[in-house]
């Protein structure tokens, strides 16, 4: 049994799916945010310069680690509140990063349709990957007690 078995299940266990949907917000701003941070880190250090808005595809890996991280703690029945909490992240980003005015059509559709699906989808793969590792870890784990008991 691992830290997260042991200190981190019993908490979230107890959580309702309006939690599951901010812990997604939260983390992903996080996961977003540090991925970009790291990649802009090492383009700096190479003298690289980019404009801002290359921040919005490197937020992705993060959306990944977020549905892959949550999708190993959260119980099986927390299926779409993670991809909608990356939305509403997504979304937020968007919206600071690009706002409404100024914008044609084609640019609102990629903004605020395309990139939030795209970003939905990242997440949910990880949430698949999460899934998937922690079914395989059960496995081994039901193996490893009937082989000890």
């Known amino acids: ?10 908490i979230v266990g107890r959580f309702s799916r309006f939690q599951w949907v901010a812990t997604s917000v939260v983390l992903g701003f996080f996961f977003g ?26 937020s992705f890996t993060g959306y990944f ?7 190993d703690l959260a119980p099986s029945e927390i299926v779409w509140e993670l991809p909608a909490g990356i939305l509403v992240c997504v979304l937020l980003l968007m919206w600071g990063l690009a706002g409404f005015q100024g914008l044609s ?25 999460g899934r998937k590792r922690a079914a ?14």
Do not use: S
């Open 136 to 149: 395989k870890k059960r496995g081994q784990d039901l193996a490893n007690e009937t082989f000890a008991g």
């Open 65 to 71: 680690f977020t549905g892959w991280i949550l999708g």
């Open 1 to 10: 049994m691992g830290i997260t078995d042991e200190h981190v299940k019993p």
């Open 33 to 58: 945010f540090v991925d970009t941070l790291l990649i802009a880190c090492v383009l700096g250090w190479l003298g690289l310069q980019v404009p801002a808005y290359f921040g919005v595809p490197t």
């Open 105 to 129: 059509l084609p640019y609102l559709f990629l903004n605020y349709v395309c990139i939030p699906a795209f970003a939905v989808a990242v997440c949910y793969l990880g949430l698949r990957v």
